[in-house]
């Protein structure tokens, strides 16, 4: 199996992809705006106590107030909290780590009232982003994420990903973090790390420390809560960082800046693959030319058809996911089990590829069709989870119910991915109406002269549905040649899958949208 990743930067947002023999498993769409993601670290400041839910919230600067829970606080919170009082007591020089002292364990059964006070100022990082109504869920159990380790400050202890399971090799990998790990501090070694030379995890061990101590210099500079104290890598970044391995074909990136960007850091992190970073200089846009648009088109829905004519229903609800299978109008020959059977089976694949595409989180609840035999439930069973084994969210499977039910429970860290597929028309803004659509061309040259001769641009992008390209572009004397010898060569026009059938979206030189709508279309 072989894996590419495909990033598609915009001015508002920054689309990423993740294909697994060219069938689109992942897909991420990250708003440049958006800065609560989850690892950034906040100095806040405790909002309101709860007694009743044995919780607290915190004021981090969101729109709403992020939530605490006692059992989250961690068990070296009373360190991390004397630890920051003490750096926020002298604004002008940071307390040395080295000399933080470790309390013991914190108390599991404790109350939130004895731990906190309303408008102490703690230390949290973000454990989940909003939800729906909800603000962000926080931690107080601090960590920094690398490729090959997680530093942990306010602890000595040395762990091992349960995966390494060589002893030899897990006691090295002990041996060897215990001896070059800073002082308070402890250390997750990740599976990715299992036969990597000591200078390589010494370089990224002191890389994640130097990036905490940036983060105590900003507590410490701070002058009133809340306040931001570090980032996480960006999301192209943070998805390398996690999934980067030997299956990875190639990394295409549209935006120069953000190739740049990504290859430093496999060339930090894996120099042996910077071959493997492409940037793209197509004219069309990347996800047309990798074929993701349309599958991203055909994934999210409803409806999600998978083969011979099943399909999935997958609703959504506040408190959990609901899927249904149904066989839809397959003619095959065989058993009625038998053909239960094989639309189950391609149920799973299809089901556990939507988990990863859409980040379902929470309960999913999948109602598969009845079968009568046992052995065929216990099988349907097997395939789901060998097929959720790729899934890095922690999850749970349980096998069928008499009722013939799946329940699933999946670690959820960020709203569910929701890409509408219904276009409404660009015309008539849903009200059902439109011009003739024969005249659509003419509009096109109205806008164009518009810009070549009153504003005088002579250089922009065209983005046209495919049809509407394609009937541009007919012809030996094509309606395209012609408005390339009257206003000018510098009109690139560009197919583009995203668009839907009469809409249009005309870019400048830097790629920045000019907004040309009529009048009429704003009221």
Same mark, same amino acid.
């Given at each position: 199996?072989?894996?590419?990743?495909?990033?598609?930067?915009?001015?508002?947002?920054?689309?990423? #992809?993740?294909?697994?023999?060219?069938?689109?498993?992942?897909?991420?769409?990250?708003?440049?705006?958006?800065?609560? #993601?989850?690892?950034?670290? *906040?100095?806040?400041?405790?909002?309101?106590?709860?007694?009743?839910?044995?919780?607290?919230?915190? !004021?981090?600067?969101?729109?709403?107030?992020?939530?605490?829970?006692?059992?989250?606080?961690?068990?070296?919170?009373?360190?991390?909290?004397?630890?920051?009082?003490?750096?926020?007591?002298?604004?002008?020089?940071?307390?040395?780590?080295?000399?933080?002292?470790?309390?013991?364990?914190?108390? @599991?059964?404790?109350?939130?009232?004895?731990?906190?006070?309303?408008?102490?100022?703690?230390?949290?990082?973000?454990?989940?982003? /909003?939800?729906?109504?909800?603000?962000?869920?926080?931690?107080?159990?601090?960590?920094?994420?690398?490729?090959?380790?997680?530093?942990?400050?306010?602890?000595?202890?040395?762990?091992?990903?349960?995966?390494?399971?060589?002893?030899?090799?897990?006691?090295?990998?002990?041996?060897?973090?215990?001896?070059?790990?800073?002082?308070?501090?402890?250390?997750?070694?990740?599976?990715?790390? +299992?036969?990597?030379?000591?200078?390589?995890? !010494?370089? =990224?061990?002191?890389?994640?420390?130097?990036?905490?101590? !940036?983060?105590?210099?900003?507590?410490?500079?701070?002058?009133?809560? /809340?306040?931001?104290?570090?980032?996480?890598?960006?999301? %192209?970044?943070?998805?390398?960082?996690?999934?980067?391995?030997?299956?990875? +074909?190639?990394?295409?990136?549209?935006?120069?800046? %953000?190739?740049?960007?990504?290859?430093?850091?496999?060339?930090?992190?894996?120099?042996?693959?910077?071959?493997?970073?492409?940037?793209?200089?197509?004219?069309? /846009?990347?996800?047309?030319?990798?074929?993701?648009? @349309?599958?991203?088109?055909?994934?999210?829905?409803?409806?999600?058809?998978?083969?011979?004519?099943? *399909? $999935?229903?997958? =609703?959504?609800?506040?408190?959990?996911?609901?899927?249904?299978?149904?066989?839809?109008?397959? $003619?095959?020959?065989?058993?009625? =089990?038998?053909?239960?059977?094989?639309?189950?089976?391609?149920?799973?694949?299809?089901?556990?590829?939507?988990?990863?595409?859409?980040?379902?989180?929470?309960?999913?609840?999948?109602?598969?069709?009845?079968?009568?035999?046992?052995?065929?439930?216990?099988?349907?069973?097997?395939?789901?989870?060998?097929?959720?084994?790729?899934?890095?969210?922690?999850?749970?499977?349980?096998?069928?119910?008499?009722?013939?039910?799946?329940?699933?429970?999946?670690?959820?860290?960020?709203?569910?991915?929701?890409?509408?597929?219904?276009? %409404?028309? /660009?015309?008539?803004?849903?009200?059902?109406?439109?011009?003739?659509?024969?005249?659509?061309?003419?509009?096109? +040259?109205?806008?164009? #002269?518009?810009?070549?001769?009153?504003?005088?641009?002579?250089?922009?992008?065209?983005?046209?549905?495919?049809?509407?390209?394609?009937?541009?572009?007919?012809?030996?004397?094509?309606?395209?040649?012609?408005?390339?010898?009257?206003?000018?060569?510098?009109?690139?026009?560009?197919?583009?899958?995203?668009?839907?059938? $009469?809409?249009?979206?005309?870019?400048?030189?830097?790629?920045?949208?000019?907004?040309?709508? =009529?009048?009429?279309?704003?009221?």
């Amino acid at each position: 199996m072989t894996s590419e990743l495909t990033v598609n930067v915009q001015t508002d947002c920054i689309q990423i #992809a993740i294909t697994e023999d060219s069938n689109l498993v992942e897909y991420q769409k990250e708003n440049r705006e958006m800065t609560f #993601a989850v690892g950034n670290m *906040y100095l806040g400041r405790v909002k309101k106590l709860m007694p009743g839910l044995n919780a607290c919230f915190v !004021d981090i600067g969101s729109e709403k107030e992020a939530f605490l829970h006692y059992q989250d606080l961690g068990p070296q919170f009373g360190s991390i909290q004397k630890y920051v009082k003490q750096v926020r007591s002298n604004r002008k020089k940071t307390y040395p780590f080295g000399k933080a002292q470790l309390s013991g364990q914190d108390d @599991k059964n404790g109350n939130i009232s004895t731990a906190l006070e309303q408008g102490q100022e703690i230390l949290v990082q973000i454990a989940k982003e /909003p939800i729906s109504t909800k603000g962000p869920r926080l931690t107080g159990d601090i960590s920094l994420a690398g490729r090959f380790l997680i530093l942990i400050p306010f602890t000595d202890k040395v762990s091992i990903s349960s995966k390494i399971k060589s002893p030899e090799e897990r006691a090295r990998l002990k041996q060897l973090l215990q001896s070059i790990k800073p002082k308070n501090c402890g250390v997750i070694v990740r599976t990715v790390a +299992e036969g990597k030379r000591v200078a390589e995890l !010494d370089n =990224e061990l002191t890389t994640l420390y130097h990036r905490w101590e !940036d983060a105590l210099n900003t507590i410490c500079r701070c002058e009133k809560p /809340p306040k931001l104290v570090f980032e996480e890598t960006s999301r %192209t970044l943070a998805i390398l960082r996690d999934l980067l391995n030997p299956s990875y +074909e190639s990394i295409h990136v549209d935006d120069e800046k %953000t190739f740049n960007e990504i290859r430093d850091y496999i060339s930090v992190i894996a120099p042996e693959h910077i071959a493997m970073v492409k940037l793209y200089r197509g004219e069309l /846009p990347i996800f047309d030319h990798f074929a993701i648009t @349309k599958q991203i088109k055909s994934s999210f829905g409803r409806v999600v058809s998978y083969k011979s004519g099943a *399909y $999935l229903i997958i =609703e959504h609800t506040e408190a959990l996911h609901v899927v249904d299978v149904n066989s839809g109008h397959r $003619l095959k020959a065989g058993t009625q =089990e038998e053909n239960a059977l094989e639309v189950n089976l391609g149920a799973a694949d299809e089901l556990a590829r939507q988990l990863r595409l859409r980040d379902m989180g929470g309960i999913i609840v999948v109602d598969f069709i009845d079968m009568a035999l046992a052995e065929d439930r216990q099988k349907l069973y097997e395939r789901m989870c060998q097929n959720m084994e790729r899934d890095r969210a922690k999850h749970n499977i349980l096998p069928l119910s008499k009722f013939g039910l799946m329940q699933i429970t999946r670690q959820r860290v960020r709203p569910v991915m929701d890409v509408p597929v219904d276009e %409404t028309c /660009p015309t008539c803004f849903g009200k059902g109406t439109i011009g003739p659509s024969i005249l659509f061309t003419d509009t096109l +040259e109205s806008k164009i #002269a518009y810009l070549t001769e009153k504003l005088g641009v002579r250089r922009f992008t065209l983005h046209i549905h495919p049809y509407v390209y394609s009937y541009i572009n007919s012809g030996v004397f094509s309606l395209k040649r012609k408005w390339h010898l009257k206003y000018g060569m510098g009109i690139r026009i560009i197919p583009d899958q995203s668009l839907a059938f $009469l809409a249009y979206s005309i870019k400048d030189a830097d790629g920045q949208e000019i907004y040309m709508k =009529e009048e009429h279309e704003l009221v």
